[in-house]
């Protein structure tokens, strides 16, 4: 089995860590945009999310675990 080398997609705020589309963060604002990202996850309910929490996310989206 090969492995897939899959670009991927969008850009991540280096501020919030949310995957975002286009030139700025739609959570904060912030136009300091990576392409450098690894990992991610999805949240549903930051209310009950103990990840969210800890990465102090306050809304539902797809955030990267690390940002470079």
Same mark, same amino acid.
């Given at each position: 089995m090969v492995a897939s080398n899959k670009k991927k997609q969008?850009? $991540?705020?280096?501020e919030c860590h949310r995957v975002v589309?286009?030139?700025a963060c739609v959570v904060c604002g912030s136009g300091n945009l990576s392409t450098?990202?690894?990992g991610y996850? $999805?949240?549903i309910d930051p209310e009950?999310?103990?990840i969210s929490k800890k990465m102090n996310i306050k809304l539902?989206?797809?955030y990267a675990l690390k940002v470079r």
């Open positions: 969008g850009n $991540v705020c280096r589309e286009g030139e450098d990202w690894s996850l $999805v949240i009950r999310s103990e539902p989206g797809i």
